[in-house]
Every structure is written in C-alpha cells, then in structure tokens.
C-alpha cells in the first residue's frame, strides 16, 4: 500500500472507530412501553373514571386488557405504572372506580392505577 491509499484509508478507519465507539457508548434501552401507547390504551376508560359508577365501557376495557398484554416485562410495567401515576394526578379519577376498574372489566391488570403506588416496586 502506498502513501497516497494509507492517507485516504485513514480518515475511513477514524470514521468507523469513532462509530463503533458510539454504539459502544450509547446508552441501552429496556424497551419499557412509551406513556403514549399507555395513554392511548386507557384513553376510553377516562369518562368512566371521572364519573360515579356503573360499567365501565367495552372500549375500555379492551385497551386495559391490550395494555396488560403490552406490559410484558418489568420494565414496561413499571413504565406503565408511572405514566399511570402521573395521569391520575393530573386528572380528576374517582379512586374506587380507578382501583375496581380490573375486576369490573373482568380481566387482570398487570399495572396499578393508583396516585399512592411505588412503581420501582412493580414486578
């Protein structure tokens, strides 16, 4: 190799290095569920819980039940369960048909829906 193909190569070798030491350096994501696709999911239960009662409507229910399947993983739990938190104390939610809100749509809701929770402690 002469000089002239060393010097062009050069700036290609620094190019790769300095890319390969930002994938190197990047910070990892866990893959936890955006507060957007949470919202969006709940998004049909929000007259219910700003209201006095009754049954919950089908579309809400639907997106608990899509929401409690998305939750897959801790880490999407506990993001689930913070964006939760943080709607619920933006928004005026009747708290006992927030916390009965499962058991009247029939299904199990992986993720709290509670002002007062600890969502490092979702599992």
Not at 17 to 35: D, V
Not at 49 to 65: S, Y
Not at 68 to 94: F, G, V, W
């Amino acid at each position: 190799m002469n000089s002239s193909s060393q010097a062009k190569a050069v700036p290609l070798i620094m190019a790769l290095l300095f890319m390969l030491l930002i994938l190197l350096l990047a910070p990892t994501s866990e893959g936890a569920i955006s507060c957007g696709t949470v919202i969006s999911k709940v998004k049909p239960c929000i007259s219910y819980l700003q209201g006095t009662g009754g049954k919950p409507p089908q579309p809400c229910c639907a997106g608990c039940q899509s929401l409690s399947s998305a939750a897959a993983t801790t880490a999407d739990r506990q993001a689930a369960c913070t964006c939760l938190k943080n709607a619920y104390q933006k928004i005026k939610i009747n708290g006992q048909l927030a916390q009965g809100l499962p058991k009247n749509c029939g299904i199990s809701l992986s993720v709290p829906i509670s002002p007062s929770v600890d969502c490092t402690k979702v599992n």
